[in-house]
């Protein structure tokens, strides 16, 4: 299963954008699809994470009713749309995917395939 995430950009306060994550290689509809962030010498952390059939959506608190994240599973994608972004959320993001995530889909180990990460940078 391969990943590739596009859409990151440098955006001011207060901006937008859209993060993009194909998946082939597998059996897209089967994989629980989840976005973490990195920001410089910090620790990898959840971001926000959907079902396999896009049902429940999860985002962690720093993000919650700013981030909004959705799938197409016709088209073997998943979305992170980012509003009202801030400096803090300036950082490296990454989709990743697993068939079975074990009720911890916030986890990151609980994650086998992940992408290579596109860059988000936030100025004041």
């Known amino acids: 299963v391969q990943l590739q995430a596009s859409g990151g950009g440098s955006v001011q306060a207060g901006g937008s954008l859209r993060l993009s994550c194909v998946v082939s290689?597998?059996?897209?509809?089967?994989?629980?699809m989840g976005w973490f962030r990195q920001a410089p010498g910090k620790e990898r952390e959840f971001v926000a994470a959907v079902t396999r059939g896009g049902s429940s959506m999860y985002y962690s608190d720093s993000v919650k009713g700013r981030f909004t994240t959705s799938r197409d599973n016709a088209k073997n994608l998943v979305y992170l749309q980012m509003d009202s972004l801030k400096p803090e959320d300036t950082a490296v993001y990454y989709c990743a995917a697993s068939t079975s995530v074990l009720s911890q889909i916030q986890v990151l180990s609980s994650y086998r395939y992940w992408g290579q990460g596109t860059l988000v940078t936030v100025s004041s």
């Open positions: 290689g597998g059996t897209f509809r089967n994989h629980y």
